[in-house]
Nanobody, 123 residues
Framework: QVQLVESGGGSVQAGGSLRLSCAVS????????MGWFRQAPGKEREGVAA???????RYTDSVKGRFTISRDNAKNTLYLQMNSLKPEDTAMYYC?????????????????WGQGTQVTVSS
């Protein structure tokens, strides 16, 4: 069983930054594709960013140029650097994983999920 634990959420004013982390309890982490998702109250879960096992990345249009997904295979950790935050970025953020080389931005790509970390951006 793979466990994912997110951290780094919090409250910030618009224009601010946060860095989310996701610790993965799997020594074969480097073979996993990873993703960040978010879900606001009353809305569907949305794929924010994904990173393949080779480091290739993809983003949803609304965060391009503001968010950066990265991974540190030596630390079994996934990151999401979020800059220029907007109130509409407010949501619960989840990391997700699957043991395959490539994943997309849809939730069905992923098998394992963390419990989430809350991000609140005030105007």
């Amino acid at each position: 069983q793979v466990q994912l634990v997110e951290s780094g959420g919090g409250s910030v004013q618009a224009g601010g930054s946060l860095r989310l982390s996701c610790a993965v309890s799997r020594y074969t982490y480097s073979r996993y594709c990873m993703g960040w998702f978010r879900q606001a109250p009353g809305k569907e879960r949305e794929g924010v960013a994904a990173i393949d096992s080779d480091g290739s990345t993809r983003y949803t249009d609304s965060v391009k140029g503001r968010f950066t997904i990265s991974r540190d295979n030596a630390k079994n950790t996934l990151y999401l650097q979020m800059n220029s935050l907007k109130p509409e970025d407010t949501a619960m953020y989840y990391c997700a994983a699957r043991e395959r080389f490539v994943c997309g931005l849809g939730p069905l790509w992923y098998k394992y999920w963390g419990q989430g970390t809350q991000v609140t951006v005030s105007s």
